[in-house]
T-cell receptor
């Protein structure tokens, strides 16, 4: 079945770049997403990328997709303490049901 | 718009009790879904609906019922609560073809 894997924890210093990685197994994935969850809150969509794209940039966020290796990454430039959160990678095949398959989440800790 | 709202925020149940988790959205979204979030397991899809009167099972449907009588509401029912259902429950909605799912703030449920 479909599976999405992420490392559990990443620690960076404020001002550095953060790179959060994700691998997925479903080769028919159409959309790949990054969600952010702050403590005690719901999930907030940060960005998504279509499977026919290699890269997407949105302000401090850069998403890279290697479809051959089924590897997705999220780079946050100039990481701030407000970026501390859990980041979830997710994939879907789109369509009417648009079921999301989530990874386990990566806790990003930003040290001042 | 209020977005996606969930009630209650917190709930404690005894084993065998029943309850309904409420979810409502005011964005006229066709697609709604319920997820549960457990430590180290990411979010898993319980049930989803692609429109009023249409529901289907997700990855972990056992022990839960849903119905969708209106576009706005998608309640999740626990008929006989079990300790294994202790979790944080998130409701989400989206309007195809945008595919961005909006999440509610979550309900933290403890079953003793």
């Amino acid at each position: 079945g479909e599976d999405v894997e992420q490392s559990l924890f990443l620690s960076v210093r404020e001002g550095d770049s953060s790179v959060i990685n994700c691998t997925y197994t479903d080769s028919s994935s159409t959309y790949l997403y990054w969600y952010k969850q702050e403590p005690g809150a719901g999930l907030q969509l940060l960005t998504y990328i279509f499977s026919n794209m290699d890269m997407k940039q949105d302000q401090r966020l850069t998403v890279l997709l290697n479809k051959k290796d089924k590897h997705l990454s999220l780079r946050i430039a100039d990481t701030q303490t407000g970026d501390s959160a859990i980041y979830f990678c997710a994939e879907s095949q789109g369509g009417a049901t648009n079921k999301l398959i989530f990874g386990t989440g990566t806790l990003l800790a930003v040290q001042p | 718009n209020a977005g996606v709202t969930q009630t209650p925020k917190f709930q404690v149940l005894k084993t065998g009790q029943s309850m309904t988790l409420q979810c409502a959205q005011d964005m006229n979204h066709e697609y709604m879904s319920w997820y549960r979030q457990d430590p180290g397991m990411g979010l898993r899809l319980i049930h989803y609906s692609v429109g009023a009167g249409i529901t289907d099972q997700g990855e972990v449907p056992n022990g839960y019922n849903v119905s969708r009588s209106t576009t706005e509401d998608f309640p999740l029912r626990l008929l006989s609560a079990a300790p294994s259902q202790t979790s944080v429950y998130f409701c989400a909605s989206s309007y195809p073809p945008i595919y961005e799912q909006y999440f509610g703030p979550g309900t933290r449920l403890t079953v003793t």
